[in-house]
């Protein structure tokens, strides 16, 4: 497989993710999200798509980048691939535990593991590819906002 085949698929598969685990969100967006409590700094719902969206095209550039080193660096590679698996899953499975049961505590306290595997990944990445690891910051990023948000949510509907 070429560099650019193995990122593509990887790309694919982060966004087929991402588009199943939207499934679960897309009816909670218009009948229990809203009638939730939010905190002031909750952003506006069209904002979410486009940035996960990008999000999921990064993970899959950064998951490609360092599969293409899969003959060089067999061992490391390998781990850091599941480490990539494990967060993926995680990610798929807070839309689940918050959209689909409606259970932001349940939601909240997998985020923290899900944080914890995202930083691993980008400790992971990073070994094997400077720009794999640089691809992961705004994704921890913006998961660290979603961890408050998601806490500010259970603390102001509890």
Do not use: D
Not at 44 to 54: L, Q, T, Y
Not at 109 to 116: A, D, P, T
């Amino acid at each position: 497989m070429t560099k650019i085949t193995r990122i593509l698929t990887m790309v694919v598969t982060c966004l087929a993710i991402g588009y199943l685990s939207g499934m679960v969100t897309r009816s909670a967006i218009v009948t229990w999200y809203p009638t939730l409590i939010k905190p002031s700094f909750n952003p506006p719902n069209w904002i979410f798509a486009p940035v996960w969206s990008m999000l999921f095209i990064m993970m899959g550039v950064a998951a490609g980048l360092v599969w293409n080193r899969l003959e060089f660096e067999k061992e490391i590679v390998k781990k850091a691939l599941v480490f990539f698996a494990i967060q993926l899953a995680l990610n798929a499975l807070w839309s689940y535990l918050f959209f689909g049961l409606h259970n932001p505590m349940l939601a909240g306290l997998e985020i923290i593991v899900l944080w914890l595997m995202i930083y691993e990944t980008y400790i992971q990445f990073s070994k094997i590819n400077r720009i794999a690891g640089y691809l992961f910051i705004p994704y921890l990023a913006w998961v660290s906002f979603a961890a408050v948000l998601n806490g500010s949510i259970w603390w102001l509907n509890r």
